[in-house]
């Protein structure tokens, strides 16, 4: 099994639909991230949270919203997607003895 | 400020041949250094990572420089592989291990 899961790993949605990206590790790591990426433009951090009690805003956090359920699950929400959300998404974990991140394989999001 | 594109840089490279790829970065505060390798359809993975207080760091057939004067980083790879082709991303911290800040990504292409 793969150390960062993410679904599901392609979904397409309807404009104003609201949708869930989930991911879990089994790394054991505190620090947990989503990232989006976007052709020619590197990845861009939503948010992150360095353990369960703590969420913050990455610079692109506008329209998205995250929930810590567990040491192990993030889930990354869209309460009412857009077209411009179309995107392939990242969870990635750290924690303070790892070197940089472990990403998961990726959620390739279409809005129509 | 971000930088806007649609097309990421590309190198083209021949196989057996080395392959050098360039990153700039503009935190001169950035005190830790990661390149990833990103294959299609998989989140990026680490290859190689170097600190500060280094300039020059070694793995297997892959190397990175660090240029702090001039800002600028880059990961050579030797006898350059098909299996290397893929995006390649730099990424930087000025928070050892946090909220790292990536690149647009490179994309390198092995020509048989």
């Known amino acids: 099994d793969a150390d960062v899961t993410q679904t599901p790993r392609n979904r397409i949605t309807k404009t104003g639909k609201r949708i869930m990206l989930e991911c879990s590790q089994t790394k054991g790591h505190d620090r947990m991230y989503w990232y989006r990426q976007d052709p020619g433009l590197g990845l861009r951090l939503i948010y992150y949270?360095?353990?369960?009690?703590?969420?913050n805003k990455g610079e692109i956090s506008d329209g998205y919203s995250v929930s810590r359920q567990a040491q192990a699950k993030f889930s990354l929400s869209l309460e009412s997607a857009i077209p411009n959300q179309t995107a392939l998404y990242f969870c990635?974990?750290?924690?303070?003895?790892?070197?940089?991140?472990?990403f998961g394989s990726g959620t390739r999001l279409t809005v129509v | 400020g971000e930088s806007v594109g649609l097309h990421l840089p590309t190198l083209s490279v021949q196989e057996g041949d080395n392959s050098i790829i360039n990153c700039a970065y503009s935190n001169s505060a950035s005190d830790y250094f990661i390149w990833y390798k990103q294959e299609s359809g998989k989140g990026p993975q680490f290859i190689i990572d170097?600190?500060?207080?280094?300039d020059k760091r070694q793995g297997q057939r892959v190397t990175v420089l660090l240029n702090k004067t001039v800002k600028h980083l880059s990961l050579q790879i030797a006898a350059t592989q098909p299996g290397d082709s893929a995006v390649y991303f730099c990424?930087?911290?000025?928070?050892?291990?946090?909220?790292?800040?990536f690149g647009p990504g490179t994309r390198l292409s092995v020509l048989p």
């Open positions: 990424a930087e911290t000025d928070n050892y291990g946090q909220n790292f800040v």
């Open positions: 990635a974990t750290s924690d303070l003895n790892s070197y940089g991140y472990t």
């Open positions: 170097i600190r500060s207080n280094m």
């Open positions: 949270s360095f353990d369960v009690k703590d969420i």
